[in-house]
């Protein structure tokens, strides 16, 4: 998965999601889970790096579930009730549809995200997708900025420490850091983009590209591949009568 083109990743994890979001059942989610986990022994991640990047989505997805559950519709027998949460048959059936659909959207795409490179992406996008060539550059630059962010923040917090205003007030202190850190950002970015104007990167001219974006029969499989398992998750759900349409009655 590595050599398919950042583009092609991001249309089938696109592809995927309006297939799952058009419905809330957890018919579809179930089958498309179970078709991704066969997808993704293909792609054979390590299992300690798949777990790794997953895990806000393992931990997002019962959070969601268990806010569904006490304040989703309420339908058939009640369990619990207490103020405005309500716990019934319901809204437990619609927790679990929920949870599933998360980890059905989500975990797709933190795989096939992991293995993308900030400049293959920003390539693919521009001559691909024909996204304009002057907003993907300034968001590629933009993305490379971020471990700047993080060593500048670093180097904030020692430099406080060092002259002693770091030692009590936590809150207070973050709220500072975060001030100069913005300060900061925007000197650095105010350059950074003088510098790109100073050497062309914004001219009106047609722009050509060091590095062409392939794309080739690969793409299209992993474009069908995300959209076949959307499909097939829908007709699951028709087909066992748990088809829940999100703007239906």
Known sequence: MTTVNPVAKLAAALLLAICLVLTIDWVSA????????????FIRMK??????????VWIAAPLTGVTIALYGQT????????????VSDGSITLAIATVLRVLAIGLPAVVLFVSIDPTDLADGLAQRAKLPARFVLGALAGMRLVPLFMEDWRSLELARRARGVADTGRIRRIAGQAFALFVLSIRRGSALATAMEARGFGAPA??????????GSREWLVMA??????LVAIAAA??????NFIVGP
Do not use: K, N
């Not at 047609?206 to 794309?215: D, F, H, I, L, V």
């Not at 591949?225 to 959307?230: E, R, T, V």
């Open 206 to 215: 047609q722009r050509t590209w060091a590095r062409e974006s392939p794309w």
């Open 238 to 243: 028709v087909l066992s009568g748990r088809w």
């Open 47 to 56: 299992a300690r790096v798949f777990w790794l990047r997953t895990l806000p």
């Open 225 to 230: 591949a995300g959209l076949s398992i959307g």
């Open 30 to 41: 179930t089958v498309a889970l179970a078709l991704e986990f066969v997808v993704f022994a």
């Open 75 to 86: 339908d058939g027998a009640i369990y619990f009730e207490f103020a405005l949460a309500r």
